[in-house]
């Protein structure tokens, strides 16, 4: 099945290249030419099965891309979150989803800040080399949802072992994964001077766990996004899994999370462009009325409204990649930039899909897809109400309001 394609004589200039494609332009080239090993038809195959991209997976890990930011000492390549950021951009602009791989670029994070030696000599070369997947972490609960403080999985010290017992929800790749980071409590919340005290990290090997203690249920969801909720009854975990200090870990995990938005952002840019070459080709090609769609302004000026959208919303996804980099303090611009980059390419999917008329509810045209894929990240792995509240408390110095 297609849609009209002829050109009228009068085709338009071809459009302006996106004006941050010279930025890590040989990072940008090797992501793409892996990519191009996996056409749109491969990714449609998966999302139709509900199937999981272990070959474009294994490729990208074997590649080395998802170890860019392990520091070459572990392995890895030492890169800073620009270039990481990049890598996670093309591979949704290429078609593909990041949302089944982008686990393992930054959970590393909290074992490299807050691991013992001894961990980060354990895991981190071979999570470098691509034979070991920490692909999961697991922290939202069911019943206390974004307020983390309030989580009820506990983690109880028995000698040598912690032992877990609780419930998880949402926690993605669990089936697809080696290690994950857990959040669970080891101090009664009425025992701690502040809700935020009391929270310990562990490192919990999936490939132990599962079947011992701790249960993994598939959720059936929206879009092919494999995750899980998770039920631990007495699963014993070795006290050396314990990342950092016990008590500590609600600071480890909020550590994490600058990186985390800042690589969703990009994860969204790259959909959104993903969306303006489709919806742009599709408005160029497709002939109504005589005439191309996109001459009409009712369908050309809401593409022009997600390109500059879009635009904005990668200046802010560079400044906090660069802030990062740098060291300096990003909490608001990570937050910015994934709050932007999110809406931006939803509206850019529903302008996307709009444009498409009929055509775009066709699977083998992929948009809807896109469309279904780049609506989570208003949700997770933060709403964009709990955004408008960190900018709220963080920057204008409001009352908190929770
Ligand atoms: C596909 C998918 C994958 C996920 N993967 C993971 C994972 O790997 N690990 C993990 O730990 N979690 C994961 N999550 C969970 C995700 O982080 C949460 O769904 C998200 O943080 C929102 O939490 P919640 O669903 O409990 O919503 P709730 O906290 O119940 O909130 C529901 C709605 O109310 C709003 N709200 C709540 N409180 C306030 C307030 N005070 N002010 C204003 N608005 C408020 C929220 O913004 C939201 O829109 C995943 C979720 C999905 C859907």
């Not at 990072?27 to 999981?52: M, N």
């Not at 877990?164 to 009664?188: E, F, Y």
């Not at 699963?235 to 995990?253: K, T, W």
Request: aromatic fraction near 8%; hydrophobic fraction near 40%; charge should be negative.
């Amino acid at each position: 099945m297609s849609a009209q394609t002829t050109r009228t004589p009068q085709t338009p200039r071809p459009p302006q290249p996106d004006p941050h494609e010279g930025v890590c332009s040989d990072i940008r080239d090797g992501v793409r030419s892996l990519c191009a090993a996996f056409p749109s038809a491969y990714f449609r195959d998966i999302d139709a099965r509900a199937a999981y991209p272990d070959a474009f997976v294994d490729a990208l890990m074997q590649a080395g891309w998802l170890a860019a930011m392990i520091p070459q000492e572990f392995g890895g390549s030492g890169l800073g979150l620009t270039e990481a950021s990049v890598i996670m951009e093309e591979i949704n602009r290429c078609g593909a989803n990041a949302g089944a791989v982008h686990g393992q670029m930054y959970n590393m994070g909290t074992l490299l800040r807050h691991g013992s030696d001894a961990q980060k000599q354990r895991y981190l070369p071979e999570i470098a080399a691509g034979r070991l997947r920490i692909q999961s972490m697991a922290v939202t609960e069911p019943t206390t949802g974004t307020d983390t403080t309030q989580l009820k999985t506990t983690a109880t010290r028995k000698g040598d072992r912690y032992v877990l017992n609780g419930q998880k929800v949402w926690i993605s790749r669990v089936l697809h994964s080696d290690l994950m980071i857990v959040l669970a409590r080891t101090t009664p919340l009425d025992q701690v001077r502040r809700r935020s005290q009391g929270l310990s990290v562990f490192l919990v090997d999936l490939r132990d766990a599962i079947g011992h203690g701790l249960d993994v249920r598939p959720i059936a969801n929206m879009v092919n996004h494999e995750t899980s909720e998770l039920f631990f009854t007495d699963l014993e975990v070795p006290a050396e899994n314990l990342i950092g200090e016990e008590g500590e870990g609600f600071r480890y995990i909020l550590d994490g999370l600058n990186a985390e938005r800042t690589l969703i952002a990009a994860e969204c840019i790259g959909d959104g462009l993903w969306f303006m070459d489709k919806g742009t080709a599709y408005a160029r090609d497709r002939v109504v009325f005589g005439r191309p769609i996109g001459q009409n302004q009712g369908v050309q000026f809401p593409l022009a409204d997600s390109w500059i959208e879009l635009q904005a919303a990668n200046l802010m996804r560079f400044e906090a990649c660069r802030r990062f980099d740098a060291g300096q303090d990003c909490g608001a611009q990570a937050n910015m930039a994934k709050f932007l980059a999110a809406k931006a390419s939803w509206e850019a999917a529903n302008v996307c899909l709009q444009t498409h008329g009929g055509f775009g509810f066709a699977h083998e045209y992929d948009v809807e897809r896109k469309f279904r894929e780049t609506r989570l990240y208003q949700v997770a792995p933060i709403s964009t109400n709990l955004i408008y509240a960190h900018i709220a408390e963080h920057v204008l110095g409001l009352p908190r309001s929770f």
